[in-house]
């Protein structure tokens, strides 16, 4: 009996300490999943031709490290995984020679450089996270980088002036815009060759997939208005009026908004998909250049490259709720989740409701099995 009895016991015991770490196992596993993405933006100093990145921590909108980069930085994306930022850099006047700053998210430093054409611009990242496609707006070429490497594996010729990029969903395909030829282009990444060459508006700059990868919206600056492009015909369904002079353009994840930032007014027009009419327009900073939405859809960061800030609009009521000051000259601007941002200051997590009472249960528990054995 006194076998069995301490066979029990022991089992119990053995229960209790299995539920108290399996319980804390779970909490931190929980606690990194909703640590609040960090937002890279790229701070393109013209006058200075100097460049740094601004690194944000998005649940306290701090800048919380700033990176030095390449010269005159703009377009910014970030691998899947989180552990490498790509970011674009043109020297300016008189070579506009380009070069691509490859930046550990870990340690926040610069760890390649990748030569590309004259004045790269746009940037993007396929979903597999192995290539990186770059337009070259003085060399009417797009640059594919292969990421395992951060070595240049293909150059390909597109229209006049590429200036916007984005990848499909399912990595298929790429579209560019061509600023200086009002069309855009269609790379198939399996063999990167061009598919399609689609007319759009006049001066296209910006370029955004929805989520389920049916449509393609560009930005017409000339025209003040957004192309909205099918992916199974590549042709224009719909044209889209916006504001003054519209440059960058970004998707909600569930594709229900599009954002457009217009530079000529000072302002970002939100598009309500399901009808291709703009709802609501939010007056912003001066300049706004770059437009992105953070992973779960509640705010939009947007560059406002002469105001030297980012305008946080809350999706709910298209208010803008804060203004981060930043680098001069705000450009691009990309989101990734990090588990360590080597920030200069410490970093603010969004924990859930009851986390830290959840661990109080958990060491307690383990407190009772120690007292026990």
């Known amino acids: 009996m006194k076998v069995t009895a ?11 300490r299995t539920f108290a770490i399996m319980t804390l196992v779970l ?16 701070n393109a100093d013209v006058y200075m031709k100097s460049g740094t990145v601004s690194v ?35 020297s300016g006047f008189p070579d506009y020679k380009g070069t691509v700053s490859v930046i550990d998210t870990t340690s926040n430093k610069v760890t390649a450089t990748v030569d590309v054409g004259n004045s790269p611009y746009g940037v ?13 707006t003085d060399s009417n070429t797009t640059t594919v980088i292969d990421t395992a490497t951060d070595t240049v594996k293909a150059t390909l010729n597109v229209g006049i002036g590429p200036w916007g990029v984005a990848v499909t969903p399912d990595g ?17 990444t399996a063999t990167n060759k061009i598919i399609n060459t689609v007319p759009v508006g006049g001066m296209p700059y910006g370029v955004a997939v929805n989520p389920d990868g049916t449509k393609v919206y560009v930005a017409n600056s000339y025209n003040n208005s957004v192309s909205v492009i099918d992916t199974v015909t590549n042709n224009v369904t719909e044209t889209v009026d916006v504001g003054d002079s519209p440059e960058a353009i970004a998707s909600d994840p569930n594709g229900i908004r599009i954002y457009v930032t217009n530079y000529g007014d000072n302002s970002v ?15 912003v900073g001066f300049l706004p250049r770059g437009v992105a939405v953070n992973p779960d859809g509640t705010k939009v960061y947007v560059t406002n490259e002469v105001s030297g800030t980012v305008s946080v609009i809350d999706t709910t009521t298209n208010t803008i709720t804060d203004t981060i000051k930043v680098g001069n000259g705000p450009v691009g601007v990309a989101f990734g989740n990090f588990t360590n941002s080597n920030s200069t200051d410490k970093s603010t997590k969004t924990i859930p409701s009851g986390f830290n009472f959840l661990i109080f249960i ?12």
């Open 6 to 16: 301490s066979v029990k016991t022991c089992q119990a015991h053995i229960s209790i």
């Open 27 to 42: 909490l931190v596993q929980v606690n990194i999943a909703n640590a609040a993405p960090f937002a890279y933006v790229a």
């Open 56 to 90: 944000i921590d998005t649940a306290t909108n701090k800048v919380t490290n700033t990176v030095n980069v390449g010269s005159i930085p703009s377009g910014v994306t970030v691998k899947p995984d989180s552990k490498k930022v790509y970011v674009t850099n043109s």
């Open 124 to 136: 993007a990242v396929t979903p597999d996270g192995t290539m990186v496609y770059v337009t070259n």
């Open 172 to 188: 298929t395909k790429v579209y560019v815009t061509n600023s200086g030829s009002d069309t855009t282009t269609v790379i198939d």
């Open 269 to 283: 027009s939100v598009i309500y998909t399901a009808t291709n009419k703009v709802v609501a327009t939010v007056p």
């Open 362 to 373: 958990a060491m307690f528990v383990l407190y009772i099995w120690k007292k026990l054995i």
